[in-house]
């Protein structure tokens, strides 16, 4: 059973810090890039940051550059995000996602979200 669940999610003050984890089971971790999106009441779910299987090249959105970072351990099947210097627009449900694109097989899996608020 493919499972995907975050942690770390809470409320914090602007300026502050919070990092999530999500942590995967039911698949091969090493095999899929993992994603971490967000969902703001009201607008469309944005992709934050991204890091491919093995590590290495990471890519972000440009509202969340030299603020976030997105980090994976394979050894423990888990990715992270540390988010710094937090405004209230980052708050939003941020998502975990394994996704796969190799010839013809696809698949994405979600976890279930953690709500972050940053509010004064």
């Known amino acids: 059973q493919v499972q995907l669940v975050e942690s770390g999610g809470g409320g914090v003050q602007p300026g502050g810090s919070l990092r999530l984890s999500c942590a995967a089971s039911?698949?091969?971790?090493?095999?899929?890039?993992m994603r971490w999106y967000r969902q703001a009441p009201g607008k469309e779910r944005e992709l934050v940051a991204d890091?491919?299987?093995?590590?290495?090249?990471?890519n972000y959105a440009d509202s969340v550059k030299g603020r976030f970072t997105i980090s994976r351990d394979n050894t423990k099947n888990a990715v992270y995000l540390q988010m710094n210097s937090l405004k209230p627009e980052d708050t939003a449900v941020y998502y975990c996602n394994a996704h796969i694109l190799l010839l013809s097989f696809h698949r994405d899996y979600w976890g279930q979200g953690t709500q972050v608020t940053v509010s004064s």
């Open positions: 039911g698949f091969t971790f090493s095999w899929y890039s």
């Open positions: 890091i491919p299987s093995t590590g290495g090249s990471t």
